[in-house]
T-cell receptor, first 113, second 109 residues
């Protein structure tokens, strides 16, 4: 039973560039949430996708956008990267919008230089 | 007041010790509570769910005090492998999880 998978595992970008991170949910799950975790902090909610639509959004600027595909996989895009975007980006999957339990992937560590 | 507050620690305890962490939350409508553990540079992994007054799973016990809006995690007979950061997550009607900053535990040999 495949868990949540994310790619790439590490990424180095420079300021102003754009990045795309990918996530495949746990088998049987249809909802994907994205979180940003800065060093020493808990994960911060970015947004959640269900049925290919953004259903909930946290306090992140429009530079952060996403997409969900018919097979439930998801992408997180960040434009005009800032140094402060350096963080671990975590994808979590769950079942349905009311699904309480979220399972996390290993994350993508993004460094912006 | 932050939505979720945790003592950041670090808690350094010897093997075999009992240790407890507290977590306070501000949303009185929170219905579900979760404790996740996160190893260094790894993803959070669900440790325990709490839907009523508490839950127990082996050496781990979570207790909920709705009146005072805090939840605690007790670890008995600590093992070296318990060393991690423990994240408290109260969940209300919102679909996203709101994490505390975590409590760092180091179990010493």
């Amino acid at each position: 039973d495949a868990g949540v998978t994310q790619s790439p595992t590490h990424l180095i970008k420079t300021r102003g560039q754009q990045v795309t991170l990918r996530c495949s949910p746990k088998s049987g799950h249809d909802t994907v949430s994205w979180y940003q975790q800065a060093l020493g902090q808990g994960p911060q909610f970015i947004f959640q996708y269900y049925e290919e639509e953004e259903r909930q959004r946290g306090n992140f600027p429009d530079r952060f956008s996403g997409h969900q595909f018919p097979n439930y996989s998801s992408e997180l895009n960040v434009n005009a990267l800032l140094l402060g975007d350096s963080a671990l980006y975590l994808c979590a999957s769950s079942l349905g919008l009311a699904g309480n339990i979220q399972y996390f992937g290993a994350g993508t560590r993004l460094s912006v230089l | 007041r932050k939505e979720v507050e945790q003592d950041p620690g670090p808690f350094n305890v010897p093997e075999g010790a009992t240790v407890a962490f507290n977590c306070t939350y501000s949303n009185s409508a929170s219905q579900s509570f979760f404790w996740y553990r996160q190893d260094c540079r790894k993803e959070p992994k669900l440790l325990m769910s709490v839907y009523s007054s508490g839950n127990e799973d082996g050496r781990f016990t979570a207790q909920l005090n709705r009146a005072s809006q805090y939840i605690s995690l007790l670890i008995r007979d600590s093992k070296l492998s318990d060393s991690a950061t423990y994240l408290c997550v109260p969940k209300g009607s919102a679909r996203q999880l709101t994490f505390g900053s975590g409590t760092q535990l180091t179990v010493l040999p």
